[in-house]
C-alpha cells in the first residue's frame, strides 16, 4: 500500500456480512498519561478493538471476543460511545476463554446454531511470552490459548464458513501471528503433545518463554497455509492468511517491557497494528489476487512477507493439523 490509511478507505461497504473478532477487548489508556507509553498513543490499546470497531464502521454484524462478557461489552459500549451510528444490534458480545476448549466448542456450536453465515474470522486474541504453565490436561496455556484454542474454535465453524464461501465468494480467515516465529531454530515438529510443550531449555526465562511464544506463532503461520491447501483442494474460494501486525504497543507488550521502557517509543499504535488484519480481512485485493495471498503471511502494510523455513514446511503443517485434532479429541472426548 503507497498508503496505509488506504486500507481502511478502500475496504468496500460490509452491510450483510458476519464477522468474529477474537481478543477485542477495550483497555483504557489513561493510566499512562505521562509516560513512555502514551508516546504517540492510540487509545485503547488493543488490535483486536480496532480492527472489530472497524469493520463495525463499515457495516459489518460483529462478534466482539473478550475472555469474559464484561470485558466483551465493555469494549462495545466503547465503540458506540466513539461512533454513535453504529448499530447496537449488529454488536454482538462474545465472551470466550481460549484455553478453556470445552467452551471453545460450546461457543462455536452457539454461533453456527444461531447464524445463516460466516464472512470473517478474525484469530486475534494471543498471551504473551510466559513461563511453561500446563492446564489440567497438560497442555501448555500459552499454546492452548495462542493456537490450539483458536484451531478449535475455526474447524467448528469451517462447515459455515464453507458453505458463506460458497455463496458469497470472499470468506476470510485471519490469524494474527508475530515475526517472533522466525526466532525460532529450524526444525521444529509437531508430531506429539510433547512437542507443543517443548520448553527450550527452561520452564521460566526470558529468551524461553518468548521462544514458547515463537512456536504458537510459527503454529498460526502453518495452520493459515494448511486450511488455505485444503479449501483449494476443494475448490472452496476462503482466503486465509496469517500476518505480523508489526512491534504494536498494546497492553499486553506495554506489561512485558514494563511502562518506563524506552523500546516502548518506537513501537506502533495499535491502530496501526490493526491495518494488516484489516487488510487481509476485507479489503477486496486478497481476495483478487488469492492465488498470491491464499495461505500468505503478511507484513505491515499488507505486504506479503518471508515467514520461516519451517513456516514453509507443507508437511510440517499437516503434522500440526492432524496433531492438534488427536489431542483436542483426547481433552473433549476422553471416553472415546
Known amino acids: 500500500m503507497d498508503n496505509k490509511w488506504d486500507i481502511i478507505a478502500e475496504i468496500p461497504d460490509l452491510t450483510g456480512k458476519v464477522a468474529i473478532v477474537t481478543g477485542a477487548k477495550y483497555i483504557d489508556c489513561s493510566r499512562w498519561k505521562g509516560t513512555i507509553a502514551d508516546h504517540k498513543s492510540s487509545s485503547p490499546q488493543g488490535i483486536g478493538y480496532h480492527i472489530a470497531h472497524q469493520l463495525a464502521i463499515k457495516g459489518a454484524k460483529i462478534y466482539v471476543g473478550a475472555r469474559n462478557r464484561e470485558k466483551s461489552q465493555h469494549a462495545i459500549d466503547e465503540m458506540l460511545q466513539s461512533t454513535p451510528s453504529l448499530n447496537q444490534e449488529r454488536l454482538v458480545p462474545l ?163 514494563g511502562e518506563g521502557n524506552d523500546r516502548l517509543k518506537d513501537l506502533l499504535t495499535p491502530l496501526d497494528g490493526a491495518l494488516t488484519p484489516l487488510f487481509a480481512a476485507a479489503h477486496p485485493l486478497p481476495f483478487i489476487e488469492r492465488g498470491m495471498y491464499g495461505g500468505a503471511y503478511l507484513v505491515p502494510f499488507g505486504e506479503i512477507g518471508k515467514t520461516s523455513e519451517d513456516g514453509e514446511n507443507e508437511q510440517l503443517a499437516k503434522e500440526l493439523w492432524g496433531t492438534s485434532e488427536r489431542v483436542l479429541k483426547d481433552v473433549l472426548y476422553p471416553s472415546l
Open 95 to 257: 465472551a470466550m476463554d481460549l484455553n478453556n476448549f470445552q467452551q471453545v466448542q460450546s461457543t462455536a456450536g452457539g454461533i453456527l446454531e444461531r447464524e445463516e453465515r460466516l464472512d470473517i474470522l478474525v484469530n486475534n486474541a494471543t498471551r504473551m511470552s510466559m513461563p511453561l504453565h500446563k492446564d489440567q490436561h497438560g497442555i501448555s496455556i500459552s499454546f492452548g490459548t495462542n493456537f490450539l484454542g483458536p484451531y478449535l474454535f475455526t474447524t467448528e465453524l469451517l462447515p459455515l464458513l464453507k458453505k458463506t464461501a460458497r455463496l458469497a465468494p470472499g470468506v476470510r480467515i485471519v490469524n494474527v501471528s508475530s515475526r517472533v516465529h522466525l526466532a525460532l531454530p529450524t526444525g521444529v515438529q509437531f508430531s506429539s503433545l510433547d512437542d507443543f510443550n517443548r520448553d527450550f531449555g527452561s520452564e521460566d526465562d526470558h529468551q524461553s518463554n518468548r521462544l514458547r511464544y515463537g512456536l504458537s506463532k510459527l503454529a498460526m503461520v502453518l495452520f493459515s497455509k494448511e486450511i488455505q491447501r485444503r479449501a483449494n483442494e476443494d475448490g472452496i474460494p476462503i482466503v486465509a492468511t496469517s500476518m505480523h501486525p508489526g512491534g504494536v504497543r498494546t497492553d499486553g507488550v506495554t506489561r512485558y517491557f
